[in-house]
């Protein structure tokens, strides 16, 4: 087994169809040897051996003697005995303090749960012993378990992944430094919506910059040192990419497109990280956290394990952008939608107010023409008032006269008429 991660794991397996006797015998020798031998911190007990055993978890109360014995007599029913040495990197145990008894019963007693579960011990059932020995450029603990249960039952050997056993104490003993890594993991996955966001706002500037050149100046739109900024920056590609993933998308989130739609999808994230110096930045960091956290939980002790994680942070990152890209193309087509159905609006008032204004115009002029037509009326009424008054007062006058002047002779008549003659009145007729 590879010793070159930060945990090292190790189960230490008897040979097997051992006759049982023998077997118990050997763990009896291997509990004294755990519990006793040069380098052991025995801390101010008796014996270098912690855990919990027989209900109680005051091991190292306990006499050795007796301890060796219950070992013994339960490796004689049937019952597996488990035995791993854990070890660090001297430089790693000494930074973390993990450089006494105290210290591993500590890390022990948090992750042996995690421990026994890859083992398929239930931890009602679990029982364990451990020491920690402080061997030069070697610090290491011994650890022994076993499940209680199997003096009634017998259990078959499960698969055991050491990996998530190695990762589960790594989670404990460098729980700080991963910490650390995960909050600048999810800066990170901040960072890079952020940074889409800030590369979608010059990508929409440059596309439209772009599409202005190709229609004004067709003839220098392949220039060298247009094609520096502006093509080669994988603006005309992008844009085309979108404009074929608006034809084939039916809704906007990844998880649910096709493989085709998919892999389009993530060809676009790659071109936006070769145009977006700040994008390739973030997403370069982001694998790099991945693989210092990876180191950590001992998932990078191969190649095969390295390029797992990378796999793995540039699927999430992929997955990410691709999600940013649709909500892009969604936002898209919400402002175009928008866009038309203000025009359709403006289209509508324009239309409506044409039609107010004609009704209005229509109504003004009907009022003025019942307005004229109702003064004519009133005017007309007023006129022939005044005619029939004119008319009632020289009927009255001319009535006057012709009683006044009906006496008069023929020749008086006359002389009145050359002397009033410009009056209007028709004297013969008097």
């Keep these: 087994m590879s010793e070159n991660g930060k945990v090292v794991f190790k189960w230490v397996m008897d040979e097997k169809y051992k006759k049982q006797s023998i077997q118990s015998y050997i763990n009896k020798l291997h509990i004294d040897y755990i519990a006793t031998r040069p380098g052991t911190d025995y801390g101010e007990d008796e014996h270098g051996l912690f855990g919990y055993m027989k209900e109680s978890d005051d091991v190292e109360g306990m006499n050795l003697q007796s301890i060796k014995k219950y070992v013994q007599d339960i490796s004689n029913h049937n019952v597996k005995i488990i035995k791993t040495i854990i070890s660090l990197r001297e430089e ?23 421990i026994a579960e890859e083992y398929n011990i239930e931890f009602q059932n679990l029982e364990w012993v451990a020491s920690y020995h402080m061997e030069k450029g070697h610090p290491h603990a011994h650890l022994v378990f076993w499940d209680k249960s199997e003096l009634d039952n017998y259990k078959k050997r499960t698969f055991v992944n050491f990996k998530n056993i190695k990762k589960n104490i790594a989670k404990g003993i460098f729980k700080e430094e991963l910490d650390e890594l995960y909050d600048e993991q999810n800066k990170l996955k901040k960072n890079i919506g952020d940074d889409f966001k800030q590369f979608k706002d010059e990508f929409k500037e440059n596309e439209a910059i772009l599409n202005q050149i190709k229609e004004e100046m067709p003839g220098i739109y392949n220039n060298p040192i247009l094609n520096t900024r502006f093509v080669d920056s994988g603006v005309e590609k992008i844009s085309n990419n979108l404009k074929e993933l608006k034809t084939k998308i039916h809704n906007y989130k990844y998880q649910d497109q096709t493989k085709e739609v998919k892999d389009l999808i993530d060809e676009t994230s790659k071109l936006i990280l070769n145009s977006s110096r700040d994008c390739f930045n973030t997403f370069n960091k982001y694998i790099e956290t991945n693989l210092r956290i990876g180191v950590i939980l001992t998932e990078t002790e191969t190649n095969e394990g390295i390029n797992r994680v990378k796999q793995r942070a540039e699927t999430f990152i992929f997955n990410k952008m691709g999600n940013q890209i649709l909500k892009f193309l969604k936002s898209e087509e919400f402002e175009k939608n928008r866009k038309e159905e203000y025009e359709k609006k403006v289209k509508e008032y324009e239309e409506n107010r044409i ?33 029939s008054q004119e008319s009632i007062s020289i009927e009255g006058r001319y009535g006057s006269l012709r009683t006044k002047y009906s006496g008069l002779s023929k020749q008086a008549k006359k002389e009145k008429y050359l002397e009033q003659r410009n009056t209007g009145l028709d004297w013969f007729t008097l």
């Design 92 to 114: 790693d145990a000494v930074y973390k303090g993990l450089t006494s008894k105290e210290a591993w019963k500590s890390i022990l007693k948090d992750r042996i749960r995690g």
């Design 355 to 387: 039609i107010k204004e004609q009704e209005f115009l229509e109504e003004q002029i009907d009022y003025l023409e019942s307005q004229f037509n109702s003064s004519t009326t009133r005017l007309f009424s007023e006129m022939f008032h005044l005619l």
